[in-house]
């Protein structure tokens, strides 16, 4: 079985980072379906699934692949943006992370060492924080 399944997605192009937003996307308008019942969710809902088979068992990869750039370009900065909140969500137990009253440049500081006096690589200021 797992063979047919290679052999029928060969040449495919598979499932990419847009594919899974538009499965995420179908989700949340399945969601909207199940509690506001309303016929706009579920027309929506058959939309996103049918774009989203489309593009998985598409054999133009290039197509595909443009769009899929394109739709990283256009979340780029939100991505970028996640990605720094959760930097920082994970060092948050052990360090603090201060913004320079200068230049506002993000400094990260151990924690429990007292009262310290922070200097910013960026624009040497220094400023005295808890840590």
């Not at 847009?18 to 995420?24: A, P, Q, T, Y």
């Not at 019942?37 to 998985?56: A, D, K, M, Q």
């Not at 899929?68 to 920082?88: C, E, I």
């Amino acid at each position: 079985m797992r063979e047919k399944l290679m052999h029928f997605m060969q040449g495919r192009y598979g499932a990419d980072q847009l594919s899974r937003f538009l499965m995420g996307l179908g989700f949340v308008f399945m969601l909207l379906s199940l509690f506001h019942r309303h016929r706009i969710w579920s027309i929506l809902l058959l939309l996103v699934i049918i774009c989203c088979y489309f593009r998985l068992f598409s054999k133009n990869i290039p197509a595909r692949y443009a769009e899929n750039q394109k739709y990283l370009q256009l979340t780029a900065g939100v991505r970028r943006k996640w990605a720094t909140v959760k930097r920082d969500m994970a060092v948050r137990k052990t360090h603090h992370i201060y913004r320079c009253p200068g230049c506002k440049q993000k400094i990260r500081i151990p924690r429990g060492r007292g009262k310290i006096a922070v200097r910013c690589p960026k624009c040497s200021m220094e400023f005295i924080r808890k840590s």
